[in-house]
Structure formats: structure tokens, C-alpha cells
């Protein structure tokens, strides 16, 4: 969900400079408090509320906001805006951690409405949140930028530039703000997470300072449990799979709530071929799962039966999900069932089970356009609009009616026309890519999903199939391989990391 930030004010509000930690009362009532100094203390821009009360509260939600604990910092924001009503901020940040996108949407205005009592930093984020909902990323950066020149001693303020430029796949940019902010707070624990991870996920990779950063932000916290999801990502990304396990292990241990952690076991587990333990993983995730936990992290159990070469099991499992959701006491069941239906028509159209597709497809699209509905947001409705057009493009191509895709992709283009994003048409691209490739149009189709989302393993692997079909043996062994050492887990990975594996290996 996109973030979201808020800031408002009335008479005789206070603002206050969040650079040092709150009273030393709160503190001393909080047996967390000893993390604020590597999280909450560290703002360095105005948090303006006029309740000490909401300030401590929505300090405590950003302290367990940094360290991943998001179903809590939700609880702590909520209670921030009920301390004080005028609290944009607050009600940025409970959108932020929202469960639902009503929730989202609901706080997005409210911090919208009390925001010209806020302060420039807090303005300024409440209205990145609003680009980025509005799918105009442009606008979204060059908000981040006025950030970081009117608050340049902000760790916070390049965070959120760094945000920016993470969605825009500047990554070298984005490592470059978040540097700053470690300069100027060597020992912010979120700034490390962050920088880690996008050395994990975003390209170039560098999976060797992705380790040092998580092994940096593990010894701030050694304790926490989060840190050692981290640290335990970095060694997935190494390939060092049992080290992985092991790190997720312990930080369930610290914080036996944590459903997060047993899933991260889960993934290990399904890399390492214990798929008996990851549907074991699994299963205990759900059982100790909160707010949306018990549905959302269902279909990686479905995953387990991919990646075992069962897809038919995979398509029945998330089929009885979504049948089931509704009793599951989740906050946004409708999300959860999205979540499902797409995994099918996916999974369900790369085998070329077009029967399932479509039953999943005639369930799906309603439920898209009741969220577009939810939502009131002409960009999100496009980008529904365009989720459908999509998936009903692909289905076709892959069947081989190419006309009726092209007509899919083509409407995509129209759709998101309006949209001030510069990687708007990804899915465009990719759904050209498709329709070149299967017709065996290998250099039309590598010109096409080169454009497309490359950080996703399924278009990278489609990229590759089409850059080996077009006469570039070298250059796609070299795609094969890091996609085979991708080990983390989507559901495009799970359904070509066996053929990638097999194309990587030195004897194909």
C-alpha cells in the first residue's frame, strides 16, 4: 500500500523538533524505549500536535514502524489521533500501516484535512503520499527533492527521497540520499534496513553490502526480532540457505508473535526442498497471524505445490482460500481474495489451463472494480482498468489469439496515457513482449520486455528466453544464472525456477 503522511494544526499548537528523545515519564514507562535512540529520536523536522500524550504515542508508532512491527505502530498511531484529532501526521502514519484500503484511503484525507497546521516537512510528505496514489511518481520525486533542500539535516527527509527514488528504479540515486542519511545518523536502524534491502532487490546488487548493512542494523538491536529477518535475508540472497533459516529461527524466538518470521522459515525451507517444514512453516504462520497475516500469507503455502511441479494442487488450495476468506475475521478480506484470484489466473494461465483462468478472471474483475469503486481515485481506477486488461491480454496471447491481445495491450497504453510515471507502461511492454514471443519473434519481444519490470524473475526469465531466441547465447546464460540465485519467493520464481536452473548449468 502506498504511504501515506499527515500534518495539521490549530490554535496555541505546539511544534516541536523531534531530534531528542521524549520525556523521560513515557520512557520510563516503556520497557521499549531503549530502541528509541536508533529510531524515534532520530526526526530532525517539526511533529506538530499539541498533545504531549498523541506525541509520545505517535513516537512509540514510529519506533516499532522502523523496526518492521507494523500491525503494532498501526495501534500506536490510531491512539496518536485519538489523544489529538488535529493530528495530520498521526493520520498519515495510520494510513501508512493501514490493514484496509478504506482505512487508507480514510486517513489519507484526514491527514489531507488537517494538514495546513502542519508543518513544510509534514506537508510535504502528506502530498508525496497523494502522488504516489495518484500514480504521478514524477510529481511524488520532485516533492522528495523540495524535502531534502528544505530539511537537509533530515535523516527523514532523504528517507523519504530515497522512497521516491526506489519506486523509480533509481537505485544508485537512492543509495546516494540514504548515505546522506547515515551521515547524518550513523546508528538509524531504518536507514540501514533500507539501504540493505535495496541492495538485495533493487539492481545493481551487491548482496555482500546488503550483509554488512544488516549486520549493522543487528547489532543496534541484537534483540529485536526483526533484525534478524534481515540478516537472514542477506544470507538468502548469498545463497547461504541454512545460515538464512537459522537467523529466521532465532528472531521468531524473540517475538514468538511474529508470523513474518516462521513465513521467512517457510521460504528457506521451500528453497532448501523441505517442502514438508515450509507447509509446516506456513501453517504455524497462520496460526499465530494477525490483521490480514492469516490471509495473506496462505498463498505461499499454495507456492510449496508450484515449486514441487503440482500446479493443479497449488490452483485448489488458493480456490478453497478464496472460498474461505471471508470467515477468516481479516480486515480487508476483498484484498485477500484479489490476491488469490490473480496467483490463479497466473499460475493457471503459464500451464495453459485456460478453463481455470477464465473461472478465476470472472471472479477477479469484479472484485477489481469494486476496490476502483472504494478507492475514488481516477488513477487507481486506471490502474484496475489496467490490471484486467492485462491479465485478459495474457490469457489470450498465451492461447494464441494474438489480435485479441494486441487489442489488451493497446488499451493498457490508452489507460495509463494520463499517468505521470515514468514506468507506466511496463505492463504494456511486457504484454507485447508475450505476444511477440510466443510467435517466436525473439528480437521483438526482448525490445519489448527489456522495457518491462526486469526486478520481477518471471519477466527477467521471459527476457532471457527471448534475448536466447534472438541469437545472444552469452548474455542470456548470464540472465538464467541470476535468475536460478534468486531465492526469494514469488510466485513468477516458483513457476520458472526449475527451467532456469536448467538453463543456467554449464552443460545447456
Do not use: C
Not at 526480532?225 to 545463497?239: C, E, I, K, M
Not at 519481444?445 to 532471457?464: C, E, S, T, V
Amino acid at each position: 500500500m502506498t504511504s501515506v503522511s499527515h500534518a495539521f494544526t490549530r490554535a496555541g499548537l505546539a511544534v516541536v523538533l523531534a531530534s531528542v528523545g521524549w520525556s523521560a515519564g513515557a520512557a520510563a514507562q516503556d520497557p521499549r524505549a531503549a530502541l528509541d535512540p536508533i529510531t524515534s529520536a532520530v526526526i530532525k523536522h517539526p511533529i506538530t500536535t499539541s498533545s504531549a500524550a498523541a506525541r509520545a504515542r505517535f513516537l512509540e508508532g514510529l519506533r516499532e514502524f522502523d523496526l518492521g512491527r507494523f500491525i503494532d505502530a498501526n495501534v500506536h498511531f490510531k491512539a496518536a489521533v485519538a489523544a489529538d484529532p488535529d493530528f495530520a501526521f498521526a493520520y498519515l502514519n495510520v494510513a501508512n500501516t493501514a490493514n484496509s484500503l478504506a482505512d487508507f484511503k480514510t486517513n489519507l484525507a484526514l491527514a489531507e484535512q488537517h494538514a495546513a497546521g502542519a508543518s513544510e516537512a509534514e506537508r510535504l510528505q502528506i502530498q508525496m503520499t497523494r502522488k504516489g496514489f495518484d500514480n504521478d511518481l514524477a510529481g511524488q520525486l520532485a516533492l522528495g527533492q523540495q524535502l531534502v533542500e528544505k530539511y537537509p539535516d533530515s535523516p527523514r527527509a532523504w528517507l523519504a527521497l530515497a522512497g521516491a527514488q526506489i519506486g523509480l528504479n533509481k537505485n544508485e540515486d537512492a543509495r546516494a540520499s540514504i548515505t546522506k542519511a547515515l551521515e547524518l545518523s550513523p546508528k538509524l536502524y531504518v536507514a540501514h534496513a533500507t539501504i540493505g534491502n535495496d541492495y538485495i532487490f533493487g539492481e545493481p546488487h551487491d548482496f555482500t553490502k546488503a550483509l554488512e548493512h544488516m549486520q549493522a542494523a543487528e547489532a543496534l538491536a541484537p534483540d529485536e526480532s526483526n533484525a534478524h529477518l534481515l540478516v537472514g535475508d542477506a544470507y538468502r540472497a548469498q545463497r547461504n540457505l541454512e545460515k538464512a533459516r537459522d537467523e529466521y529461527v532465532r528472531g521468531h524466538e524473540l517475538d514468538p508473535k511474529s508470523a513474518v518470521l516462521l513465513v521467512k522459515a517457510g521460504h528457506a525451507n521451500t528453497f532448501l526442498g523441505d517442502y514438508t517444514a515450509a507447509r509446516a512453516d506456513y501453517d504455524s504462520a497462520m496460526a499465530v497471524g494477525r490483521a490480514n497475516e492469516k490471509a495473506a500469507y496462505a498463498p505461499f503455502r499454495a507456492y510449496v505445490s508450484v515449486y514441487a511441479g503440482d500446479s493443479e494442487a497449488a490452483i485448489t488450495e488458493l480456490n478453497q482460500l478464496v472460498a474461505s476468506v471471508d470467515g477468516m475475521g481479516v480486515p480487508d478480506p476483498k484484498a485477500n481474495k484479489v490476491a488469490a484470484l490473480t496467483n490463479v489466473v497466473v499460475i493457471a494461465t503459464h500451464t495453459r489451463n485456460r478453463a481455470a483462468a477464465e473461472r478465476a478472471l470472472k471472479q477477479l474483475e469484479p472484485l477489481l472494480m469494486q476496490q476502483a469503486d472504494e478507492a475514488a481515485n481516477p488513477a487507481f481506477k486506471r490502474g484496475q482498468q489496467a490490471q484486467i486488461a492485462y491479465l485478459e491480454g495474457w490469457t489470450a496471447a498465451r492461447r494464441g489469439d494474438y489480435a485479441s491481445a494486441q487489442k489488451q495491450a493497446d488499451r493498457i497504453n490508452q489507460l495509463l496515457a494520463p499517468d505521470a510515471n515514468p514506468r507506466k507502461l511496463e505492463p504494456m511492454h511486457q504484454l507485447e513482449g508475450f505476444i511477440a514471443l510466443y510467435q517466436a519473434k525473439y528480437t521483438e519481444a526482448a525490445a519489448h520486455l527489456r522495457q518491462g519490470n526486469l526486478l520481477d524473475p518471471y519477466i527477467k526469465y521471459q527476457f532471457a528466453v527471448a534475448t536466447e531466441g534472438a541469437g545472444d547465447p552469452a548474455q542470456a546464460k548470464k540472465l538464467f544464472r541470476e535468475i536460478a540465485d534468486y531465492n526469494f519467493n514469488a510466485l513468477g520464481f516458483a513457476l520458472i525456477r526449475r527451467d532456469a536452473q536448467q538453463k543456467a548449468s554449464p552443460g545447456t
